[in-house]
Nanobody, 123 residues
Framework: VQLQASGGGSVQAGGSLVLSCAVVGRTLDTLAVAWFRQAAGKERLLLTTMPYYGQVTYTTYAVKDRFTLSRDIAKNTVSLQMNSLKPEDTAVYYC?????????????????WGQGTQVTVSS
């Protein structure tokens, strides 16, 4: 399984960006997906998750009501719509997937990761 992330960039506070992650090698309806981010000097943060059946089951409070995870089964792609961006959203963003039917005890335990895409929000 390979993940190819795209869509990062620089934006002013209040702006929007869409991150995309193309998944190759397995169909999304068999995978759980997630987006993470890691700001400089900070630990990786789980942002939002979607199990294999396609409903968002978790969004961290810091981005709730601003970021939306979605997927396109036909394109085998997941996206993260980011609105009302803030300078504190500046980070490297990662998409990740894992087996949708397997039990994982660790919410951060994902099998495959995208290469990371930089998002920079200026004030």
């Amino acid at each position: 399984v390979q993940l190819q992330a795209s869509g990062g960039g620089s934006v002013q506070a209040g702006g929007s960006l869409v991150l995309s992650c193309a998944v190759v090698g397995r169909t999304l309806d068999t995978l759980a997906v997630a987006w993470f981010r890691q700001a400089a000097g900070k630990e990786r943060l789980l942002l939002t998750t979607m199990p294999y059946y396609g409903q968002v089951t978790y969004t961290t409070y810091a981005v709730k009501d601003r970021f939306t995870l979605s997927r396109d089964i036909a394109k085998n792609t997941v996206s993260l719509q980011m609105n009302s961006l803030k300078p504190e959203d500046t980070a490297v963003y990662y998409c990740a997937v894992r087996d949708g039917l397997k039990y994982y005890s660790d919410t951060y335990d994902y099998d495959y990761w995208g290469q990371g895409t930089q998002v920079t929000v200026s004030s």
